[in-house]
């Protein structure tokens, strides 16, 4: 393998087999806060105007892309990327320009570069509607259905909804789960989010797949599993695991110890040293990726090699392991490189 300037990869690969901890790879997979930001202004952009202070282009639009259709409990184990996708694409134009009462229907995925996020709008942006999938909020208090499931809804201000598609109770606190919908509009549009939710709620609670088990301390029971390799990229974290450790266990001969339910997988070596494993948000600047992998981008520090598996989404295989050989077979293994 070699850099993209033709550099050996091994002056970016020291020839050593370091390990991370699980604990840094489990926090590098926890979710970024969905913090809202604001939009540029459509006229301004339209004008083409930039102020002074501001040095960086808009953010790119997430094109629509073809995922799996996960739903219920399935779907509040994806990855943020997949959730905006799953969210914008769950409902036909038709039905959603019927919904919002409108000629034509705009959807942004990670709308304005905030990850998981899907705004729904008519073309001139008087209805939109921000979607998102969230933890169970500390104060979650249900009184009203909204689509059949438990949601606590608000219209004093601007419009707010929070409704548990899948399962919102039983589950240790600090469980990485996003099994509520959030949606919010600006005030005078509650009738139409309550319109657009009451179709769009029993389509993403419906179980889509058999999930394994996940225990109170959010480990996976190890089971061999075949790897996705279309499909990988959608699938919900805890599978990731199973795939992550079956593909590293054929490939590498190394032993699953631990798989969990945020998509992390740990191994053990013949050496009793580990390895970890974890598919977690890649960086959104193709420039951080100066090696490669099988031809894959790919990124190298002192302990880590995170490799994009694929071009159209923005996630990374993190590899506890900088041998340049561990990387090329899992990739090989996983994407099929």
Avoid at 67 to 85: D, F, I, K, N, P
Avoid at 103 to 124: F, T, W
Avoid at 202 to 228: H, I, K, Q, W, Y
Avoid at 281 to 299: E, F, I, L, W
Wanted: net charge neutral; hydrophobic share 40%; glycine share 8%.
């Amino acid at each position: 393998m070699r850099l993209r300037d033709g550099a050996p990869l091994d002056r970016v690969f020291p020839q050593r087999h370091e390990s991370i901890g699980e604990k840094a790879v489990v926090e590098l997979t926890q979710e970024q806060g969905t913090m809202y930001r604001v939009l540029i202004a459509s006229a301004i952009l339209l004008a083409g105007c930039s102020t002074a202070s501001s040095g960086s282009a808009p953010p790119q639009r997430i094109p629509e892309r073809v995922v799996r259709m996960s739903g219920g409990e399935a779907l509040s184990y994806v990855h943020t990327g997949t959730a905006s996708q799953v969210l914008c694409n769950a409902l036909p134009d038709e039905r959603v320009r019927a919904l919002l009462a409108v000629d034509s229907v705009v959807r942004e995925r990670d709308a304005g570069g905030v990850r998981g996020l899907c705004r729904i709008a008519d073309d001139q942006h008087v209805v939109v509607v921000d979607l998102s999938l969230r933890p169970v909020p500390a104060q979650f208090m249900p009184t009203a259905q909204i689509g059949g499931r438990p949601a606590q809804y608000s219209t004093s201000g601007k419009v707010v909804a929070d409704v548990g598609f899948a399962e919102v109770t039983g589950y240790r606190a600090d469980s990485k789960r996003t099994p509520v919908l959030h949606a919010e509009a600006k005030a005078g549009l509650g009738d139409t989010v309550r319109k657009l939710l009451d179709e769009l709620v029993p389509v993403l609670a419906r179980e889509t797949d058999e999930m394994p088990e996940v225990d109170t301390g959010g480990v996976v029971d190890f089971a061999s599993t075949s790897v996705d390799r279309d499909g990988f990229a959608d699938l919900p974290k805890p599978v990731q695991a199973l795939q992550l450790c079956t593909a590293a266990k054929d490939a590498l001969g190394f032993q699953p110890v631990r798989t969990t339910e945020t998509g992390t997988c740990t191994l053990r070596r013949p050496s009793g040293t580990t390895l970890v494993l974890a598919v977690v948000d890649g960086q959104p600047n193709q420039s951080h990726y100066t090696a490669k992998v099988v031809g894959r981008p790919a990124h190298v520090d002192e302990s880590t090699v995170a490799v994009r598996l694929r071009d159209d989404v923005q996630l990374d295989l993190k590899i506890g392991d900088t041998d340049p050989k561990v990387a090329e077979r899992l990739v090989r293994a996983i994407a099929g490189k």
